[in-house]
């Protein structure tokens, strides 16, 4: 089991940016594919991005290519989320999950480990 916490999350305004941060410990984030989720309210938790465990491979929403980046840093067992050019409709918890899978990342149900998640709100 891989414990992971998000923080990074706050308020910004449209256009601005935010980087999130979901750093892991018990385990070695490299060693898992590292996917992003969001929910906002009264809304099921989609899918926003993710890094294969190889990080050879990222996947992202329609929504969100061109604007949010995943990558990561070994050193600091941590994966990262720069989400720019920010719009309202990005308003979400955003969670950060851990797969031992390296297909179907694009899916929750691929994922084990989950941290608690961060709140993003973007202002017009």
């Known amino acids: 089991q891989v414990r992971l916490v998000e923080s990074g999350g706050g308020l910004v305004q449209a256009g601005g940016s935010l980087r999130l941060s979901c750093a892991a410990s018990?385990?070695?984030?490299?060693?898992?594919?590292i996917g992003w989720f969001r929910q906002a309210p009264g809304k099921e938790r989609e899918f926003v991005a993710a890094?294969?465990?190889?990080?050879?491979?990222?996947y992202y929403t329609d929504s969100v290519k061109g604007r949010f980046t995943i990558s990561r840093d070994n050193a600091k067992n941590t994966v990262y989320l720069q989400m720019n050019f920010m719009k309202p409709e990005d308003t979400a918890v955003y969670y950060c999950a851990a797969s031992p899978w390296s297909s179907g990342l694009t899916s929750a149900g691929q994922y084990y480990d989950w941290g608690q998640g961060t709140q993003v709100t973007v202002f017009s």
């Open positions: 890094l294969s465990s190889g990080a050879d491979s990222t």
């Open positions: 018990g385990r070695t984030i490299s060693n898992y594919a």
